[in-house]
């Protein structure tokens, strides 16, 4: 398990290496490829592909991606784009329940979002599985007439029951030698719609007594009247993932197909099939080859997407760009940045061993990014006033605020001062503890940008709160002129002038949940949701943040990260998210 104290160097990548002998061994220098997926014949007519790998980024449209999805497009369209190659974008759409287009369309706009594209020249690699139905089904009749396939009429608990244990060996199916015709029969009668749903299965004839579970005879093909988004009602008959996807990834000539470990065990039977379907001359060697890496793990969110469905339909949080949930969507909503998601990837590395990576690594690395790239600005999100008693009551005064620390190129911008002001309520104590370096009765500080002031007095209302604070400046004082340094204060505090300030709701936003591993035993995960992951204020901000656009991101100095938010902001009244605070405040 990876800790937020360890150093992180770039991890390895054990994929990258994987590629980099492939192509020393010119492994696929031969392989052809005519502009689109197809099959060997297809493919044969083409020339030999210019692209040096092939790698596919292959989302079911059944959900939204999250933060683990970037790993592995980054993974994906980032080893195509290190190695000469092409990624495709491909819609694993061959289930016909749970897809629609809302989908898709997030999909695309994520990807390009994080970077990418599948546009290489005039040729646009974006595909669906589904336009492969027609493949998928030539393949398994050929399977059938090699006698590497047949129909079962078991039921799926005779199935089951069938199949064996880790242990015992499976038992063969009563229908496991019917013959090749009355395979191929019943297959298209399958395919025509004589059968019902469930009665029939069209299976692999591989080995019932397999160490490998997933090689006792697989499940290819099942009736399933069910209107596909894209193929409407054309089939009644549905090809299984297991089936179709090393399938989708010859056709499209891919060298290096990546997935997750769970999968691991299925690496047989892909190559089984294509090798089946080699023999049978409806593809060309050299066919794709399955590499699993370890999913993403992220402490303090889940990362599945059926329980992302249920926490949007549940209304525990506000739709799938919710800037809490750890949706793609929502995490741009949230402020995170795309070059984040790249430092937090090459960070984490790729590798075969199941762990689980800390969010603060995620938020440090958003964290730098931010820190280059965001300018300052001042914010005061729990307000009370400061008085300054011997400053004129209509005197506006500029002071001048650097717009970034580290780039002085980036210059200055001008902040009113008058003599009230908004200042943070944790910034005045009425009895200070020790080592408290800001306002308190007699106490002095600098007004960042400002002057030094002293101060003379505080207010309550009738509940006992801090409403008003009052002091004195000492003239002489101003920050960036000869009598700043005449009196040294410890304490430096930010303020907005009253008159001038932007009240704007601002939300702070922190973790979804409660807990490191949501749901952990046989807790449910619901209830490890964080009750305060969002509370909404309205704070006081510089009046230059009201002309601040959809996604414009700033840092509030001494607070953290903000995004302007992309939905809810109109021009002249943005709404500001907290994206990440400056410091993690959960470290222990
Ligand atoms: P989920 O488990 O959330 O439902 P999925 O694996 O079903 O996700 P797909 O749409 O099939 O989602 O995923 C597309 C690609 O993203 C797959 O290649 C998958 O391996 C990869 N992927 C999904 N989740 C993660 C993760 N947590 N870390 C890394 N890669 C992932
Ligand atoms: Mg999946």
Same mark, same amino acid.
């Given at each position: 398990?990876?800790?937020?104290?360890?150093?992180?160097?770039?991890?390895?990548?054990?994929?990258?290496?994987?590629?980099?002998?492939?192509?020393?061994?010119?492994? @696929?220098?031969?392989?052809?490829?005519? #502009?689109?997926?197809?099959?060997?014949? !297809?493919?044969?007519?083409?020339?030999?592909?210019?692209?040096?790998?092939?790698?596919?980024?292959?989302?079911?449209?059944?959900?939204?991606?999250?933060?683990?999805?970037? /790993?592995?497009? *980054?993974?994906?369209?980032?080893?195509?784009?290190?190695?000469? #190659?092409?990624?495709?974008?491909?819609?694993?759409?061959?289930?016909?329940?749970?897809?629609?287009?809302?989908?898709?369309?997030?999909?695309?706009?994520?990807?390009?979002?994080?970077?990418?594209?599948?546009?290489?020249?005039?040729?646009?690699?974006?595909?669906?599985?589904?336009?492969?139905?027609?493949? %998928?089904?030539?393949?398994?009749?050929?399977?059938?007439?090699?006698?590497?396939?047949?129909?079962?009429?078991?039921?799926?608990?005779?199935?089951?029951?069938?199949?064996?244990?880790?242990?015992?060996?499976?038992?063969?199916?009563?229908?496991?030698?019917?013959? &090749? +015709?009355?395979?191929?029969?019943?297959?298209?009668? %399958?395919?025509?719609?004589?059968?019902?749903?469930?009665?029939?299965?069209?299976? +692999? /004839?591989?080995?019932?007594?397999?160490?490998?579970?997933? %090689?006792?005879?697989?499940?290819?093909?099942?009736?399933?009247?069910?209107?596909?988004?894209?193929?409407?009602?054309?089939?009644?008959?549905?090809?299984?993932?297991?089936?179709?996807?090393?399938?989708?990834?010859?056709?499209?000539?891919?060298?290096?197909?990546?997935?997750?470990?769970?999968?691991?065990?299925?690496?047989? *039977?892909?190559?089984?099939?294509?090798?089946?379907?080699?023999?049978?001359?409806?593809?060309? !060697?050299?066919?794709?080859?399955?590499?699993?890496?370890?999913?993403?793990?992220?402490?303090?969110?889940?990362?599945?997407?059926?329980?992302?469905?249920?926490?949007?339909?549940?209304?525990?949080?506000? #739709?799938?760009?919710?800037?809490?949930?750890?949706?793609?969507?929502?995490?741009?909503?949230?402020?995170?940045? +795309?070059?984040?998601? /790249?430092?937090?990837?090459?960070?984490?590395?790729?590798?075969?061993?199941?762990?689980?990576?800390?969010?603060?690594?995620?938020?440090?690395?958003?964290?730098?990014?931010?820190?280059?790239?965001?300018?300052?600005?001042?914010?005061?999100?729990?307000?009370?006033?400061?008085?300054?008693?011997?400053?004129?009551?209509?005197?506006?005064?500029?002071?001048?605020?650097?717009?970034?620390?580290?780039?002085?190129?980036?210059?200055?911008?001008?902040?009113?001062?008058?003599?009230?002001?908004?200042?943070?309520?944790?910034?005045?104590?009425?009895?200070?503890?020790?080592?408290?370096?800001?306002? %308190?009765?007699?106490?002095?500080?600098?007004?960042?940008?400002?002057?030094?002031?002293?101060?003379?007095? *505080?207010? /309550?209302?009738?509940?006992?709160? &801090?409403?008003?604070?009052?002091?004195?400046?000492?003239?002489?004082? =101003?920050?960036?002129?000869?009598?700043?340094?005449?009196?040294?204060?410890?304490?430096?505090? !930010?303020?907005?002038?009253?008159?001038?300030?932007?009240?704007?709701?601002?939300?702070?936003?922190?973790?979804?949940?409660?807990?490191?591993?949501?749901?952990?035993?046989?807790?449910?995960?619901?209830?490890?949701?964080?009750?305060?992951?969002? =509370?909404?204020?309205?704070?006081?901000?510089?009046?230059?943040?009201?002309?601040?656009?959809?996604?414009?991101?700033?840092? @509030?100095?001494?607070?953290?990260?903000?995004?302007?938010?992309?939905?809810?902001?109109?021009?002249?009244?943005?709404?500001?998210?907290?994206?990440?605070?400056?410091?993690?405040?959960?470290?222990?």
């Amino acid at each position: 398990m990876s800790s937020e104290k360890e150093p992180i160097a770039l991890a390895s990548n054990f994929i990258r290496a994987i590629v980099e002998k492939d192509l020393e061994q010119h492994k @696929f220098a031969r392989k052809k490829w005519v #502009g689109s997926p197809g099959d060997a014949a !297809h493919q044969a007519m083409g020339q030999v592909d210019a692209a040096k790998i092939r790698t596919r980024f292959p989302p079911e449209p059944n959900g939204y991606l999250h933060i683990g999805h970037a /790993k592995s497009i *980054f993974l994906n369209f980032g080893l195509a784009r290190d190695y000469g #190659g092409i990624c495709h974008l491909r819609f694993d759409d061959t289930n016909p329940e749970k897809e629609n287009q809302e989908y898709v369309d997030s999909i695309t706009e994520m990807v390009h979002w994080l970077g990418f594209g599948w546009q290489n020249g005039k040729e646009n690699n974006l595909y669906f599985a589904s336009n492969y139905f027609d493949f %998928m089904y030539r393949a398994a009749e050929s399977l059938i007439e090699n006698g590497h396939a047949y129909v079962d009429s078991q039921t799926a608990d005779e199935m089951r029951m069938n199949r064996g244990t880790l242990t015992e060996p499976g038992k063969n199916s009563p229908d496991r030698d019917r013959s &090749i +015709a009355e395979n191929l029969q019943l297959f298209r009668e %399958m395919r025509a719609g004589k059968h019902a749903d469930g009665s029939l299965v069209l299976r +692999a /004839k591989i080995d019932m007594a397999s160490p490998n579970i997933n %090689m006792r005879d697989p499940a290819i093909y099942r009736v399933r009247r069910a209107h596909h988004h894209n193929t409407g009602d054309t089939w009644c008959i549905y090809p299984m993932y297991t089936f179709a996807h090393p399938i989708e990834d010859a056709l499209e000539q891919i060298t290096h197909s990546i997935c997750t470990l769970e999968f691991e065990d299925q690496r047989p *039977f892909y190559d089984w099939l294509l090798e089946r379907l080699a023999e049978a001359n409806l593809l060309a !060697h050299p066919l794709p080859h399955q590499y699993e890496f370890a999913r993403l793990n992220l402490t303090y969110v889940v990362l599945s997407k059926r329980k992302l469905i249920d926490l949007v339909e549940g209304k525990h949080v506000n #739709g799938w760009d919710d800037p809490r949930l750890p949706t793609l969507a929502g995490a741009r909503r949230r402020g995170y940045v +795309a070059e984040g998601f /790249k430092l937090f990837t090459d960070r984490i590395g790729v590798s075969k061993a199941d762990s689980w990576i800390e969010y603060t690594i995620l938020e440090d690395c958003m964290r730098e990014v931010l820190n280059e790239a965001s300018e300052r600005r001042i914010a005061v999100l729990d307000p009370i006033k400061l008085v300054i008693d011997n400053y004129a009551d209509n005197k506006t005064e500029d002071c001048f605020a650097p717009n970034h620390p580290q780039k002085p190129e980036l210059g200055k911008r001008t902040v009113p001062l008058t003599k009230e002001l908004w200042i943070e309520r944790e910034d005045f104590e009425e009895t200070p503890p020790k080592g408290f370096f800001r306002l %308190m009765p007699d106490g002095m500080v600098r007004l960042r940008y400002g002057y030094v002031v002293k101060c003379t007095g *505080f207010e /309550k209302d009738a509940a006992g709160q &801090i409403t008003t604070v009052r002091c004195e400046y000492l003239p002489d004082t =101003k920050s960036g002129t000869a009598g700043a340094d005449a009196i040294k204060v410890k304490g430096n505090i !930010h303020w907005v002038s009253a008159a001038h300030a932007y009240a704007a709701e601002v939300r702070l936003y922190d973790r979804l949940f409660k807990e490191a591993h949501p749901g952990e035993g046989d807790r449910d995960y619901i209830n490890d949701l964080n009750p305060n992951s969002v =509370k909404t204020i309205t704070a006081q901000l510089e009046p230059s943040l009201k002309d601040a656009k959809p996604e414009d991101r700033f840092q @509030f100095e001494r607070h953290g990260y903000f995004v302007a938010d992309r939905k809810d902001s109109v021009a002249g009244k943005p709404v500001f998210n907290r994206t990440v605070t400056l410091r993690d405040a959960w470290q222990k």
